[in-house]
């Protein structure tokens, strides 16, 4: 089991447009990719920052875990993301050492990463996300950008609008979820 690198931090945003906006404009990272994603109620996009990427994670949907999570701490660092060269073989160890896992098998997420979180509770309180790189990982960010550029112009939601314009479509008429603290209840992702 090897740990590679840091990924990726992502960090939770009441408003998405607005902190690519702070991004970009206060320390020159660009926007490469986005996506929405219904499942886990959240828009997220990724900023590449040398070998890394900042990750910035809207919560669209105040009842999932992410909108959960804002009201209860605040924006901040939401997760930090490990890439591994064997995410199954991370997982057993963890697993067999007695680390609360999230998720026990690998799934699917933001960009086709095979992706698995391990519980705060084992990690002095920081959501992990494990990741180990794919080939088909690059087609797999085109090929959802490409669908989504597909959908929304069928929606006749944009035209040739940058990342920022592109997401304001993905994020339609949304209610902004607030970011105030409440007693909502401890969640990963
Ligand atoms: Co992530």
């Not at 945003?13 to 902190?19: F, M, N, R, S």
């Not at 896992?101 to 309180?125: C, M, N, Q, W």
């Not at 550029?149 to 939601?157: E, F």
Request: proline share 6%; charged share 30%.
């Amino acid at each position: 089991m090897v740990v590679k690198r840091v990924d990726h931090i992502a960090i939770v945003v009441p408003d998405i447009e607005a902190a690519i906006t702070f991004w970009q404009d206060a320390l020159g990272l660009e926007p490469e990719f986005t996506e929405r994603l219904d499942a886990e109620g959240v828009i997220v996009a990724f900023l590449p920052a040398g070998d890394s990427e900042i990750e910035l994670v809207e919560p669209i949907d105040e009842d999932g875990g992410v909108a959960r999570y804002m009201r209860k701490r605040g924006p901040g660092i939401h997760h930090i993301c490990l890439e591994v060269d064997d995410i199954r073989a991370t997982l057993s160890r963890l697993k067999a050492a007695g680390v609360r896992l999230i998720d026990e098998e690998p799934r699917i997420g933001s960009g086709g990463k095979k992706i698995a979180f391990v519980h705060p509770k084992s990690t002095y309180g920081v959501l992990v996300e494990l990741y180990e790189t794919t080939p088909e990982e690059p087609a797999r960010r085109l090929e959802v950008l490409d669908r989504m550029r597909r959908q929304l112009a069928i929606q006749g939601q944009v035209a040739a609008m940058g990342m920022v314009g592109f997401i304001r479509a993905l994020r339609g008429r949304q209610h902004p979820v607030t970011p105030y603290p409440g007693d909502g209840e401890e969640n990963g992702c």
